[in-house]
């Protein structure tokens, strides 16, 4: 397994009861005091029973600790994120008896985007993303957030260099399939069945050069409006379920 980052803590009602229903590590769990409604006393139940340490504090020293603003009463301290290899990745395949399903994520800088993309992938049943180590946006309690608690069930691995990853996947038969606006074949209209990887490039550049020249097809999205480009999470979404659909 890669080094582990640095700790974290999981803000919000359904991501912390995400958290306590997975097998993963929780450190401590602090409750806002008087904070006993709802899914929160749900919360305090699973914590007893996981015999995990809560600690009630007041709103103004809940604040303190928040790295959110929409927290929602609790937040669980976490062992730092662990990511994983490409290897685990396909083994996860593999175990599944599925042809390998891969994210290849080129650059994503905002953390609510890469949250929203891990959500998409986890909800279609993608096997791993892979992500850069360098300028690009890492797993945090902001991508946790935003994800929904699906961090607790993807797989990530981080890698020093995205072509050489891209090679890695080809070498063990994936196919790799890139977005690109200039490209002439619609999403649609391209064969997304088998082993497969799909790149989603950078907010604001795209894929890179180096990279696209990796992939072996490319496709694009229809525009319609004057805007030429969609949220990367948005473009994600798109051509993921079109494999989706085709997959089936």
């Not at 015999?51 to 937040?75: F, L, R, S």
């Not at 961090?151 to 038969?173: C, F, H, P, W």
């Not at 030429?228 to 051509?239: E, F, P, R, Y």
């Amino acid at each position: 397994m890669e080094e582990k980052t640095y700790n974290d803590q999981i803000e919000g009602r359904n991501s912390v009861l995400e958290l306590l229903q997975s097998e993963k590590d929780i450190n401590k769990i602090y409750i806002t005091k008087g904070e006993k409604h709802g899914s929160i006393n749900k919360i305090i139940q699973l914590a007893k029973q996981k015999k995990i340490i809560i600690v009630e504090k007041d709103k103004k020293q809940m604040q303190q600790i928040a790295q959110t603003p929409n927290y929602q009463g609790v937040i669980a301290t976490v062992p730092p994120y662990e990511y994983c290899e490409i290897e685990d990745i396909l083994k996860k395949a593999k175990d599944q008896n599925e042809p390998p399903f891969v994210l290849i994520l080129d650059g994503i800088e905002d953390p609510h985007n890469l949250g929203s993309i891990i959500r998409t992938a986890e909800t279609a049943g993608i096997h791993g993303i892979i992500i850069p180590k360098r300028r690009a946006a890492t797993v945090n309690s902001t991508v946790a957030k935003v994800s929904a608690g699906a961090i607790q069930y993807m797989k990530i691995a981080r890698v020093t260099n995205i072509s050489e990853a891209i090679q890695k996947l080809k070498d063990e038969g994936l196919w790799i399939c890139g977005t690109d606006i200039e490209t002439q074949k619609y999403y649609t209209e391209q064969d997304l069945t088998g082993p497969l990887g799909i790149v989603i490039g950078n907010e604001g550049q795209g894929i890179s050069d180096k990279v696209k020249k990796n992939c072996d097809f490319l496709v694009k999205i229809p525009m319609k409006g004057k805007i030429t480009s969609l949220n990367a999470s948005v473009s994600a979404g798109i051509i993921i379920y079109e494999a989706v659909k085709q997959r089936k």
